[in-house]
């Protein structure tokens, strides 16, 4: 198994660092690896705590009469200068738990109010979104959300366009648009499941 030899913490950011790691594999072979990270300083990684806590949410919610159409965003993103449909999502606060920081996230990006489902840990755990760079993993949370679409609770840094999509959207979407991947798997179960959250075995 590989070793960690030492890590240098490059940048002191609010919501997002890199640190240096230097380490060896099984095979004698020494590594220089960058990983950029949410948390604030070397204590709080992932790597040193060996302890997978997450670090955000990104948010499942089924809306309408009929709970047929999947609550989106439109997204800008400036690794990409461009747009991308996604999941509301959002960073969680410090003593928050993931459910209280999606009730939270939603609203705040779409003024909507979100009603999480108690569902088997197992389709709550945190996974990790890109581990080849980052240690950041994120809690998927499911449930329905209602009320009015507003941008008011947005932070003036957001670029957010809020997306109410049937599965003919959907499928438009998967077809034509920039979709990220927590999203689209998704979405292609939405596309084709009678009841999206039939395998949460609720």
């Known amino acids: 198994m590989a070793k960690i030899k030492n890590i240098e913490q490059l940048t002191e950011n609010r919501f997002v660092n890199l640190f240096h790691f230097s380490g060896e594999n099984s095979k004698g072979h020494k590594s220089n690896y960058y990983v950029a ?82 569902v088997d840990s197992l389709y709550e755990e945190p996974r990790f979104s890109s581990v080849g760079m980052t240690d950041e993993s994120v809690a998927m949370v499911y449930g329905y959300a209602d009320g009015e679409i507003s941008d008011k609770f947005q932070e003036v840094s957001e670029e957010i366009e809020v997306v109410i999509a049937d599965r003919d959207e959907v499928r438009r979407i998967l077809k034509e648009e920039q979709v990220a991947i927590l999203a689209a798997y998704q979405l292609m179960h939405f596309l084709h499941d009678e009841d999206p959250f039939a395998f949460l075995n609720i």
Request: proline share 4%; glycine share 8%.
């Open 37 to 118: 990270a949410r948390t604030k300083d070397k204590e709080g990684l992932k790597a040193v705590k060996h302890r997978n806590d997450a670090d955000g949410v990104s948010i499942y919610a089924l809306c309408g009469e009929k709970k047929d159409k999947v609550v989106l965003v439109r997204q800008y993103r400036y690794p990409i200068d461009s747009y991308i449909y996604e999941f509301p999502a959002g960073l969680c606060e410090e003593g928050e738990n993931f459910k209280e920081a999606a009730v939270r996230e939603l609203h705040e990006e779409t003024g909507l109010n979100f009603h999480p489902l108690e």
